[in-house]
């Protein structure tokens, strides 16, 4: 076993204190890419602490802010990462994937027929009888209300409009759609890092 694996077994503990310090879901580390942009935004890109430390001693990141506060095993002691940013590059021009979640954000979590975000589902624009699709140029995001009503039938036929057409997003654009759902707890030191509009300190 190497000096790494005995350090990252051994419990972490908060400097001066012999109790074992945070859960797995406290003190999330945000993880850049090389280019010092996150990852993802909506979810967030989020390490646990133990998988920033992990990474840190692998050498595969490197430490942009630190939390205040400090953990050590018997022969370690160092501050919690609170971002750190990867060595190597992960492209981001790849296709997204055709999931239910990106389908969603890309639609801005609402039905394009009404803008409502409740109970969402999906709609085959042409309808499947007519030879729709099940692709991201024909499925788009709606509520049941408005699924209902459409049922087999064309948008005329239902007498329905769109609000945007659907077409597969790139990368960028779920990055650009994420920024406008923040999540409830952003931590001071990932502020520079992130695009939302917050209120800044004057």
């Not at 990462?81 to 639609?107: C, E, G, H, I």
Request: a neutral charge; aromatic letters at 10%.
């Amino acid at each position: 076993m190497s000096l790494i694996d005995t350090e990252l077994r051994s419990p972490l503990r908060s400097a001066g204190d012999d109790k074992p310090v945070l859960g797995n879901g406290g003190h999330a580390c945000l993880v850049l890419n090389a280019d010092y942009q996150p990852l993802s935004y909506f979810p967030l890109s989020l390490w646990s602490w133990q998988d920033a430390i992990k990474a840190v001693f692998l050498d595969r990141v490197n430490v942009v802010e630190n939390y205040g506060q400090i953990v050590r095993s018997s022969s370690l002691e160092m501050h919690l990462p609170s971002v750190v940013a990867l060595k190597d590059y992960v492209p981001q021009n790849r296709a997204p994937a055709f999931t239910r979640f990106n389908l969603f954000l890309r639609d801005g979590f609402s039905c394009v027929y009404c803008g409502s975000g409740e109970d969402l589902t999906f709609d085959h624009v042409i309808p499947r009888r007519l030879g729709g699709e099940t692709s991201w140029n024909n499925i788009v995001a709606a509520c049941t209300k408005c699924n209902f009503k459409k049922g087999g039938r064309t948008l005329r036929d239902a007498g329905l409009n769109m609000a945007r057409r659907p077409a597969q997003p790139t990368v960028y654009e779920l990055q650009s759609q994420g920024r406008k759902f923040p999540p409830g707890h952003l931590h001071e030191s990932w502020l520079d890092f992130l695009y939302w509009d917050v209120e800044l300190e004057t």
